[in-house]
């Protein structure tokens, strides 16, 4: 892999990772386009989801902290109850991580028909969310659980996890900050644990491709410095509900997708 393909596949990731256009599909798009297998360098896929996590850390720092503020305090508080319901919301993403990722992984992998009707479903669930008005409830444990099962869905490269996840908040009738901020708190734990499940592939695995310091320094970079603005970005969009772009966008790129391949 070289720096440049490390440096367009690292802004790749961290843009759509947080942007509703699927970072999944995306990649595999980006794999066809530039004949690279990201997976033959685990190392390399370790590192941008970690520049992932770490830009969502950056934005929610202050959330972050009183979170964990709260939960020492070892009380049933506003805090508590909140980081209860992110745990709840993984229930479905280990479930099916446990029993289909591998399955999912090999079966779409590559393949662009299958990815561009996925981003066709993307763009329907972004534009459901135009046709509704804005609720203002709190998540609830039983929203917390289908916002994680809409997240598990995510495991099909093409279907947006923060697209799926905040048009499923929406719809429900959560309030539109509470929505966005659920929704990329609630996947910090998942990616860490992707990250974790490539590390645990990296150490048993003797195929593992060399990258040179530089593409993963580069590639590191560009995910992180792009997942920073695209997830403030995102946040400011779903507060003012113009999604419609993004779901004309997933439209195209699933057409374009499907015909290139």
Same mark, same amino acid.
């Given at each position: 892999? !070289? ?5 367009? +596949? ?5 843009? =759509? ?27 390399? !896929? ?11 850390? =950056? ?15 070892? $009380? ?10 992110? %745990? &709840? ?6 479930? &099916? @991580? &446990? ?10 992998? #590559?393949? +662009?028909?299958?990815? #561009?009707? /996925? *981003? ?9 969310? $135009?046709? &509704? ?11 917390? *659980?289908?916002?994680?099962? /809409? $997240? ?5 490269? @093409?279907?947006?996890?923060?697209? /799926? !996840? ?15 901020? %659920?929704? %990329? ?37 560009? /995910?992180? +410095? ?16 113009? *999604? ?9 790129? #699933? ?7």
């Amino acid at each position: 892999m !070289t720096w440049f393909e490390a440096l367009i +596949l690292g802004l790749v990731q961290g843009l =759509t990772e947080f942007l509703p256009v699927s970072s999944s599909g995306h990649l595999e798009i980006g794999k066809v386009l530039l004949n690279v297998e990201v997976k033959e360098s685990l190392s390399f !896929t370790v590192l941008v989801h970690f520049a992932t996590v770490l830009s969502t850390i =950056t934005v929610f720092y202050k959330d972050i902290l009183k979170l964990f503020t709260g939960l020492f305090k070892f $009380q049933w508080n506003e805090e508590t109850r909140y980081v209860s319901k992110i %745990f &709840v919301s993984m229930i479905p993403i280990l479930i &099916v @991580g &446990v029993l289909f990722w591998d399955e999912a992984a090999s079966f779409f992998s #590559g393949n +662009l028909v299958l990815v #561009g009707g /996925a *981003l066709l479903i993307t763009a329907l669930l972004l534009i459901s969310t $135009q046709l &509704v008005k804005p609720g203002k409830k709190k998540i609830p444990y039983l929203d917390a *659980l289908l916002m994680g099962l /809409a $997240q598990a869905m995510a495991i099909i490269p @093409g279907i947006s996890r923060s697209g /799926a !996840t905040i048009s499923t908040g929406l719809l429900l009738k959560n309030g539109r900050s509470d929505v966005a901020q %659920f929704s %990329f708190l609630m996947v910090l734990f998942p990616i860490m644990g992707a990250a974790l499940l490539d590390i645990l592939s990296m150490s048993s695995s003797s195929s593992e491709v060399g990258i040179s310091i530089s593409s993963l320094i580069i590639g590191f970079l560009a /995910a992180y +410095l792009s997942g920073y603005l695209a997830c403030r970005w995102m946040i400011n969009l779903v507060k003012k509900g113009n *999604l419609y772009w993004f779901a004309i966008y997933c439209v195209v790129v #699933g057409i374009i997708s499907i015909i290139f391949a």
